[in-house]
């Protein structure tokens, strides 16, 4: 097929093409390099040394011969994509290109806005550019398992089926989002919707969990192909996090009690359910919501697990429970279906002893790139302002006006 | 109270704002007069000759002693919304300014990006205003029935008890928004529930119908002070434009069967509401949810009775199916809760004859300002450009490049 993955760059990006390049698809990515400038106004960096995008295409393609082609834009720049479209014609176009972390958006008001019009803009404009120029084409697009909040009732797949007062219908599952970034996906859901009864467009939304990993079989080739490894409190999700910091001997920084349960999967499902989202499209004037994770853990879970893996390799691990910086409940019930992946062919690869070895090992290897002073959470959902920026400053010692 | 009117030069802001000073309450009103501008563009105007701001508010305070104070400039613009917050510190807002018509949202691209960036980030700017400046300030947002779209079970207010799998929550009522329009007021709502979850916020979302009339007792005191009227299709609500075009003899002009059932109130209601939502603000935390019409008609309901109406003052009526431009049901089940606001003491003005020829009358009375050319739907749901500017070109008579 010929696929177009927006966002290619990024982590699952990058990772899903490589995946679909392998399979023998013709893949195009289209990035504008945003989330590397995000980690330099965090003072940021990936745990591992991710090379450019130039670097990256070419060494994949000395090893394997696959092309993969660039478009270097941004989604929110309609006359862009609306070419890129025109100009690759795909058959199915892989959403990632979005501002995908919550403490990012809480930072303050001008990150909330900014989260919230990227990424309801960039979906707009690829709605807008499949009706105008590809309207065949099959939108698959990253939401998040976040959307749905943490009700009292099992969560469905994207629909549930009401009896009210005598009568039934099935509607869209209420959404309870938490942070400005999970209200922008929920934002992009309805539009996506809309788009598909009134235009008849196709899509897959895709309400991923929170991934980890980072060794996908493409990236373990070479190391000029390595993917990100985000350890830092904005944009490392938690168990990457909790292994950078048991490679450093930090305490594994639990928020609160630690009862937050959530769902979870490894990058490498992350790219195989889209490569089935791909080969199973969506009927014309469908959007269909598959819930793409696999298992479900508590924090404090995770946290327990990647101590008892430290420890087997010898390190000392304690687990800190911190004030919650977020505005969410501690312990609730959680039950999230996702069996449709599952029925279209997905097996998934659970999380094992051996993975989070092999996850140690990574933040091991690259632990002197790991900066402790990142892993604090200093965005408070509460608050207004955080000063992410000050302290960046303050850390690097240097003044900026 | 002191109460700040944000949008109060538009059509239900200005009637809110006159009743709001006229019972006694400090008024600021907040406004950029992009509605007008909206007419230029649209090469439209309110059958109602109306004033300038400046004129209007000079006018009421002749007439009656109140003094309205006027901030102009644009809630997008967050230094400007601040500084009044901090300045005026109400006690109430009342937001009215965001773009309004589901239409206008359907011409192209760039009036959905518009209006869905518009809305959403004035609304932004007001919760971040309010946390940061007025904590304790109660938001009156103005919402809309649309939100909901047309499901096939009784629409509650706001949210919903469900049952299912043996478990049981409150939960936000599921949307089905059938316009870029609509959409954005959808996400403002969850906008505004996160906010007032996560900062303490107290907030009342009126999801309103749709308003007819212009009359309120302040707006009759003199012609100075009189209302906006739109009779054309991208802002005309359906009632007013029903009784413009009765007025010069063109077909009520209804879109498909007329079976799409909708929520209406008279403006008199709509200004009644926001004073019983200022009386009874929501607790700290809380976002309340009520939904703000009197009655329910189908299109085709609205259609008869005006045309009824219309023959009892010697005009003669015909009633014209024309192809729905719109992408919605033309029958459906439609039964809208909407008790909360008569429980605080709302008396509900209904759909009278009586009202109908009031109407009427002020539209024979500007008959002369009508121009037909503007009442036929030229946006259509289906297509990704409607050459709405064209239209407006060619109807001048001049060319523009």
């Known amino acids: 097929m010929r696929i177009m993955v927006l966002g290619g760059d990024g982590y699952c990006g990058w990772g899903t093409a490589l995946?679909?390049?392998?399979?023998?698809?013709?893949?195009?990515?289209?990035?504008?390099?945003?989330?590397?400038?995000?980690?330099?106004?965090?003072?940021?960096?990936?745990?591992?040394?991710?090379?450019?995008?130039?670097?990256?295409?070419?060494?994949?393609?000395?090893?394997?011969?696959?092309?993969?082609?660039?478009?270097?834009?941004?989604?929110?720049?309609?006359?862009?994509?609306?070419?890129?479209?025109?100009?690759?014609?795909?058959?199915?176009?892989?959403?990632?290109?979005?501002?995908?972390?919550?403490?990012?958006?809480?930072?303050?008001?001008?990150?909330?806005?900014?989260?919230?019009?990227?990424?309801?803009?960039?979906?707009?404009?690829?709605?807008?550019?499949?009706?105008?120029?590809?309207?065949?084409?099959?939108?698959?697009?990253l939401g998040t398992m976040g959307e749905y909040g943490t009700p009292n009732i099992d969560i469905e797949e994207g629909y549930i089926n009401i009896e009210h007062n005598g009568r039934k219908d099935v509607l869209p599952f209420p959404k309870q989002p938490g942070s400005f970034y999970h209200l922008s996906k929920v934002h992009d859901s309805h539009n996506i919707m809309f788009a598909c009864k009134s235009w008849g467009l196709r899509a897959t939304d895709l309400n991923q969990g929170v991934v980890y990993g980072t060794l996908t079989d493409e990236v373990a080739l070479d190391e000029a192909l390595i993917n990100r490894f985000d350890y830092d409190e904005v944009f490392g999700t938690v168990l990457n996090r909790f292994c950078a910091q048991a490679a450093i001997g930090h305490p594994l920084t639990v928020y609160g009690e630690g009862g937050q349960t959530r769902g979870f999967l490894d990058i490498c499902d992350t790219v195989r359910c889209i490569e089935i989202a791909c080969l199973n499209p969506a009927a014309r004037g469908e959007c269909r919501v598959y819930n793409q994770f696999t298992e479900q853990f508590s924090v404090l879970q995770l946290a327990q697990m990647t101590a008892a893996a430290a420890e087997q390799l010898g390190l000392k691990v304690e687990i800190e429970h911190l004030p919650d910086p977020r505005v969410e409940a501690q312990k609730h019930y959680y039950n999230a279906k996702h069996s449709k992946l599952i029925d279209l062919g997905l097996q998934p690869h659970l999380l094992s002893n051996t993975l989070l070895d092999s996850l140690l090992n990574i933040a091991l290897r690259y632990r002197d790139r790991i900066d402790p002073a990142l892993m604090l959470p200093r965005v408070n959902w509460r608050s207004a302002h955080n000063d992410r920026k000050a302290a960046v400053c303050t850390l690097t010692g240097t003044t900026v006006a």
Chains 1, 2 share one sequence.
């Open 19 to 141: 995946y679909l390049s392998g399979r023998g698809h013709s893949v195009a990515i289209v990035d504008n390099f945003m989330r590397r400038q995000w980690d330099h106004e965090l003072g940021a960096q990936t745990l591992t040394p991710i090379r450019s995008l130039a670097e990256r295409v070419k060494a994949w393609n000395e090893l394997t011969g696959h092309t993969i082609d660039c478009f270097i834009g941004d989604v929110t720049d309609y006359d862009f994509l609306a070419n890129v479209f025109s100009q690759y014609a795909p058959e199915a176009v892989i959403h990632f290109a979005e501002q995908r972390s919550a403490p990012y958006s809480m930072i303050d008001r001008k990150h909330a806005v900014f989260t919230q019009v990227n990424n309801v803009v960039g979906t707009l404009n690829v709605l807008y550019a499949l009706h105008e120029h590809q309207p065949d084409c099959h939108l698959i697009k």
